[in-house]
């Protein structure tokens, strides 16, 4: 079962990736990623995100008073629960980019920020069908 698939330009079909600079047979493909560059921004006060411990400590307590849903609504209570951190040094995203590789050739694309989740999946499709690809073979 071979996939297809499209995404900005790129095509995904019969065994090939097809880029604007040319295809690229999966046999051939060494590199199929998603790649996020992050910067240094310097130190500050940075919000940080959830601990595991609020996260499981807020589905405990819901669970043991309201059940599975209380567990749900507990867990995603507690994941909201954030500290500042004097000091904790930040970071931004310079770029994100697909990357593609072979032996002989290789293709990168910049993607902007709201194509993100589409670039991921592609990049695990591809993924997926290079190594679906050798299988079969």
Not at 27 to 33: F, G, I, S, W
Not at 46 to 71: E, K, N
Not at 88 to 99: C, D, G, H, N
Not at 125 to 133: D, G, L, M, T
Request: glycine share 14%.
């Amino acid at each position: 079962m071979e996939e297809h698939e499209e995404f900005m330009g790129l095509v995904l079909d019969d065994g090939v990736l097809h880029t604007p600079e040319g295809p690229m047979d999966l046999d051939d493909l060494t590199r199929a990623e998603f790649v996020r560059d992050v910067v240094s921004v310097g130190h500050g006060t940075s919000t940080q995100g959830p601990s595991t411990s609020a996260v499981v400590g807020g589905a405990v307590v819901g669970g043991a008073l309201f059940g599975g849903a209380g567990a749900v609504v507990g867990g995603l209570l507690g994941s909201s629960v954030k500290q500042d951190v004097p000091g904790a040094p930040e970071y931004r995203t310079a770029s994100v980019k697909l990357v593609f590789e072979t032996g002989s050739s290789d293709f990168s694309m910049d993607i902007p920020r709201d194509k993100e989740v589409d670039a991921r999946k592609f990049a695990q499709s591809v993924e997926r069908a290079r190594k679906r690809h050798k299988k079969m073979r």
